[in-house]
C-alpha cells in the first residue's frame, strides 16, 4: 500500500480571532484514494500549556481514531474524514465563540 502525504497546511490565527494555530496534515493511499491518516488541530499555548498546546484536535494515530481537548482524549466513532473535519470545525467555532 502506497501512502503519501496530500495535506500539510498551517493556518496562523490572528489574536482578534482567537488566535494560534490551525493545523491539517491528511495522508491517502494511493491505490483507493481513502484518507489513511489524519491529524486536524488547533494549538493555543496560550489557552492550554499541556499536549504541545492543543487544545482541541483529533486524528487516528495509535491504531484508533479519537479526539483531544484540554489534554484529554476519547474515542471517536469513524464514519468518514469528512465527518471528522466537520465535528473539528464544530468544535473550533464552539470554543471561539464561548471566548
Known amino acids: 500500500m502506497a501512502v503519501r502525504k ?4 498551517t493556518y496562523r490565527i490572528a489574536s482578534k480571532r482567537g488566535n494560534g ?4 496534515e491528511v495522508w491517502i493511499d494511493d491505490a483507493t484514494g481513502r484518507v489513511t491518516r489524519y491529524n486536524l488541530a488547533y494549538i493555543n499555548h496560550n489557552l492550554f500549556a499541556g499536549d504541545n498546546g492543543r487544545v482541541i484536535g ?10 483531544h481537548y484540554f489534554g484529554s482524549m476519547e ?3 469513524f464514519v468518514s474524514f469528512e465527518e471528522i473535519e466537520d465535528r473539528f470545525e464544530r468544535d473550533w467555532i464552539a470554543l471561539k465563540e464561548r471566548k
Open 21 to 24: 494555530i490551525l493545523r491539517r
Open 6 to 9: 496530500t495535506t500539510d497546511e
Open 75 to 77: 474515542p471517536v466513532e
Open 58 to 67: 483529533y486524528d487516528n494515530a495509535h491504531g484508533s481514531h479519537h479526539r
